[in-house]
DNA sequence: CGGACGCTGTACCGTACGGTACGGTACTGC
DNA sequence: GCAGTACCGTACCGTACGGTACAGCGTCCG
């Protein structure tokens, strides 16, 4: 099984336009499409699509694989930087990450990877956890330390702080969105709740005073201490 | 589809044996198992199994309510409370939560949810979220409550308090183990995870000084603000 | 005793799907 | 013109599974 292992992006404009097929499908019936009805939508053959990718595993590999080379997330330049540039960043980046989490794509894949994951039947929970999660803190971390050497933040432990960050930002959005529920936020719901994230996450682990936010949050960004 | 809605629990002791096996398969083979499985290991015939719970559907969300209905959260005693006991009730909130979370079980089911969220194949995925996330939201509200009013936290929203305590408890330990990664935190792992994200809690949403921990979270409760 | 009932085990049916084979067609290079 | 290649469309095969039917068996109750 999973005879044919691209090397990732060596694929021809129409093998993309059949991923892109797979993709669409998965979104509208999970794990539940079948090779035929791949075909009759991307107008190709059975055969071709064997050929191309082994069997069912490997064209479902290619297409989560294909689709994870494309997120990107919004870095920052090293050197020092400002407070309002470091928050601003943060907040980008959980912008950036809300969107991707609750949406279609995104929940159709980690759909079809937990499922996998459940049965045994392949690797794909792996691969989207690396390309999930675990790419979101690889990209996170380098800001951080960014942060940390501009004497802005600190952290204890660094991997509690990022695991603190996913927490705060992703909150219940995701395993909410992946159970079905149809409630999404809108783009202004996704910034307000970034702003708060990260707005808490500043007050934990944030040196410095940082410009603070109208209204994000809980509103005063400390509680007054003491009654 | 969907004979027999059971009343819930009106289950034979024999009905419960059945699905506890259904249970187990779930745990070992995700959504892959087959009726004739569960018959073979329950000793029990397909005819009985059908005429019990309809049909597969009907078997599944069978289990998914009888399992969820056993779930239960640490309370808290109404009135007036200790910062100390009010702390104490968080943690265990959230260890609680935690370890379920983390089990094989919940993982099982709420992959089984969750590809049939995607498919649309049935309403588990909105039974699982009743029985999950919003359940948890429900029986914490009070206890953030009786917090309230003894004046040792404060919120200006307390939904998005209920948010912050899931996203600071869960983090991606829940996602994670949906995506199958095996490396299951210890007990006292759990236990320290609690600490520190009820201790950050406290930083952002309490009012009055509650007993600090030796060593969780960030170390020091609040930063020494100003470098 | 005897019928009704509830259950087990097994055989069976229809279907749907993964995977293969094959004929037909367009294009490319010689 | 012709072999080779790459692809489409479709027919086909084997299998596995959901669901049904039926025979056999123990138990309860009149």
């Given at each position: 099984m999973n005879a044919i292992v691209q090397?990732?992006?060596?694929?021809s404009q129409r093998q993309r336009e059949v991923l892109a097929v797979v993709l669409d499908l998965m979104v509208e019936e999970g794990d539940a499409f079948s090779m035929a009805k791949v075909c009759r939508r991307a107008s190709c053959s059975k055969e071709t699509l064997y050929n191309w990718f082994g069997d069912r595993d490997g064209l479902l590999t290619a297409t989560v694989q294909w689709q994870a080379a494309k997120v990107r997330m919004p870095g920052l330049r090293s050197g020092q930087v400002s407070p309002a540039d470091f928050r601003d960043s943060l907040i980008a980046f959980a912008v950036n990450w809300l969107t991707v989490i609750t949406g279609d794509v995104s929940a159709a894949l980690n759909r079809l990877a937990i499922s996998h994951a459940g049965s045994g039947k392949s690797r794909l929970g792996e691969i989207v956890l690396k390309n999930g999660p675990l790419a979101m803190t690889g990209r996170l971390r380098p800001i951080f330390e960014i942060g940390a050497a501009s004497g802005l933040v600190s952290f204890d432990s660094m991997d509690a702080a990022l695991k603190t960050f996913f927490g705060l930002v992703v909150g219940d959005w995701q395993i909410r969105k992946l159970l079905g529920e149809t409630t999404r936020p809108s783009p202004s719901g996704i910034e307000t709740t970034a702003e708060r994230a990260v707005t808490q996450f500043l007050v934990l682990y944030g040196t410095a005073q940082i410009p603070a936010p109208m209204e994000a949050g809980n509103t005063r960004t400390k509680p007054t201490h003491g009654k």
């Amino acid at each position: 099984m999973n005879a044919i292992v691209q090397p990732e992006s060596d694929l021809s404009q129409r093998q993309r336009e059949v991923l892109a097929v797979v993709l669409d499908l998965m979104v509208e019936e999970g794990d539940a499409f079948s090779m035929a009805k791949v075909c009759r939508r991307a107008s190709c053959s059975k055969e071709t699509l064997y050929n191309w990718f082994g069997d069912r595993d490997g064209l479902l590999t290619a297409t989560v694989q294909w689709q994870a080379a494309k997120v990107r997330m919004p870095g920052l330049r090293s050197g020092q930087v400002s407070p309002a540039d470091f928050r601003d960043s943060l907040i980008a980046f959980a912008v950036n990450w809300l969107t991707v989490i609750t949406g279609d794509v995104s929940a159709a894949l980690n759909r079809l990877a937990i499922s996998h994951a459940g049965s045994g039947k392949s690797r794909l929970g792996e691969i989207v956890l690396k390309n999930g999660p675990l790419a979101m803190t690889g990209r996170l971390r380098p800001i951080f330390e960014i942060g940390a050497a501009s004497g802005l933040v600190s952290f204890d432990s660094m991997d509690a702080a990022l695991k603190t960050f996913f927490g705060l930002v992703v909150g219940d959005w995701q395993i909410r969105k992946l159970l079905g529920e149809t409630t999404r936020p809108s783009p202004s719901g996704i910034e307000t709740t970034a702003e708060r994230a990260v707005t808490q996450f500043l007050v934990l682990y944030g040196t410095a005073q940082i410009p603070a936010p109208m209204e994000a949050g809980n509103t005063r960004t400390k509680p007054t201490h003491g009654k």
